[in-house]
């Protein structure tokens, strides 16, 4: 069985947040990636970035089951998430992983991800590896 065979991937739009200057928020869609009919990951293309999503989070947030790593499923979803957000108009892509996350660090790499630089929080000293991905 091929991996595009065996990969089924579902939009759901869950959140259509309205942008409003007293929450912060910005418009994002909702993916979910279903393996035999069970949820192994999600991934959120976010619209816009505000002031905080430039430092950390980014356009696209995604997480894998732990059980379903290393199977290439992380790399897949960016890839599909990608194309979402060259259809919104986005020309190139910011996304974040924790500075010892390797395992999304390479999946953005292949992605065609480019490291920029790393920020820390204030607030809770995490320090996010931050890369661009050109669309």
């Known amino acids: ?26 418009n ?26 430039m430092k950390s989070g980014g356009h696209i947030g995604y997480g894998i089951r732990p059980s ?3 199977k290439g499923y992380g790399t897949k979803m960016l890839a599909l998430a990608l194309e979402k957000c060259r259809e919104l108009g986005i020309d190139g892509a910011l996304v974040t992983c924790g500075k010892d996350n390797i ?22 000293g995490d320090v996010e590896k931050r890369y661009w991905i050109t669309l």
């Open 28 to 53: 994002c869609s909702t993916y979910f990636l279903f393996v035999g009919g069970r949820i192994v990951g999600i991934i959120q293309s976010r619209h816009t970035l505000n002031d905080e999503l």
């Open 1 to 26: 069985m091929s991996f595009a065979s065996f990969l089924t991937y579902r939009e759901e739009r869950i959140i259509r947040a309205k942008t409003a200057a007293e929450t912060g928020w910005v």
């Open 103 to 124: 395992g999304s660090a390479k999946t953005v790499m292949k992605n065609g991800g480019e490291f920029e630089n790393e920020y820390t929080c204030e607030e809770t």
């Open 68 to 70: 379903e790593r290393r």
